[in-house]
Nanobody
Framework: QVQLVESGGGLVQPGGSLRLSCVAS????????MGWFRQAPGKERELVAA????????YYADSVKGRFTISSDIAKSMVSLQMNSLKPEDTAVYYC????????????WGRGTQVTVSS
């Protein structure tokens, strides 16, 4: 089992920034690929960014490229999502997730943290 604990989130004005962090425990981080998902009301959950513990092994959804940055610290088993130039459409519950390397499905999930972008 992998446990994921998120922190960060909150209310921010359009154009502002927020930082989310997630700490993983239970398994060696090198076994995992980490991701950030979000789900807005009435919409499907979507993968926003993913990382395999390297700044060059990352993925971003088109909707956040150039605005969001995923970073990781394998020594701390921590993955962060820096969100800049936030827009109202970024409003959602953000979830940290993990999957074992080489597998398709993210099987481990944090509880989620609310991000609201509003003036």
């Amino acid at each position: 089992q992998v446990q994921l604990v998120e922190s960060g989130g909150g209310l921010v004005q359009p154009g502002g920034s927020l930082r989310l962090s997630c700490v993983a425990s239970g398994r060696a981080p090198s076994l995992l690929t980490m991701g950030w998902f979000r789900q807005a009301p009435g919409k499907e959950r979507e993968l926003v960014a993913a990382s395999y513990w390297s700044p060059t092994a990352t993925y971003y959804a088109d909707s956040v490229k150039g605005r969001f940055t995923i970073s990781s610290d394998i020594a701390k088993s921590m993955v962060s999502l820096q969100m800049n130039s936030l827009k109202p459409e970024d409003t959602a519950v953000y979830y940290c997730a993990a999957k074992f390397r080489g597998t398709e499905d993210y099987k481990f999930w944090g509880r989620g943290t609310q991000v609201t972008v509003s003036s």
